[in-house]
């Protein structure tokens, strides 16, 4: 095999293996739930920060809460049994879905990006998301939507 050869052959592995680990780390990564929505809020099972890799409990840091009475998501952050933070997932910019990456959300139209508290890192969004009051009692989280 000559060095081309090599060079092509190599690289074409790599870059699909690496495109394959990305594409199965963001599947695992990301959990849509619909939550229970009543007259003041979202209601989400705890269990569902839950995951179990080869024989280990672990929890995801988010999941996204979709129901189609809500014109956009909700991004709910668990940093502790008790400590969660629930953002309306439209940019304070001009009022785009945004998408969850990690501990940070982001705008696909024009790149501000958010902290998982709702803060402004990056613009041009001048303003921290909307955020929600979040209670929790006998493992069911509570998003309490009537907050403006």
């Known amino acids: 095999m000559d060095r081309r050869e090599f ?8 870059l699909s293996a690496t495109v394959a680990a990305g594409i199965l780390s963001s599947c695992t990564s990301t959990r849509y739930i619909s939550g229970a929505l009543g007259k ?6 705890a269990a569902e920060f839950m995951t179990r890799q080869k024989g280990k409990t672990g929890y995801r840091s ?13 991004c709910v952050y668990r940093f502790s049994e ?3 933070s629930a953002l309306w997932m439209q940019c304070t910019h001009q009022g ?7 501990d940070r959300l982001q705008c696909p139209a024009h790149g501000s990006e958010f902290d998982n508290k709702g803060m402004v890192k990056t613009g041009p ?3 921290s998301l909307r955020s929600f009051p979040v209670t929790v009692s006998n493992n069911q989280i509570f998003i309490d939507l009537r907050v403006v």
């Not at 003041?40 to 099972?45: K, Q, R």
């Not at 988010?62 to 909700?74: K, S, T």
């Open 62 to 74: 988010f999941v996204i809460v979709r129901n189609n009475a809500l014109q956009y998501p909700v």
């Open 40 to 45: 003041d809020g979202l209601t989400i099972d």
């Open 82 to 84: 008790n400590e969660y």
């Open 96 to 102: 785009t879905e945004l998408q969850a990456l990690g």
């Open 7 to 14: 060079i092509r052959n190599g690289c074409a592995a790599c």
């Open 125 to 127: 969004a001048g303003k």
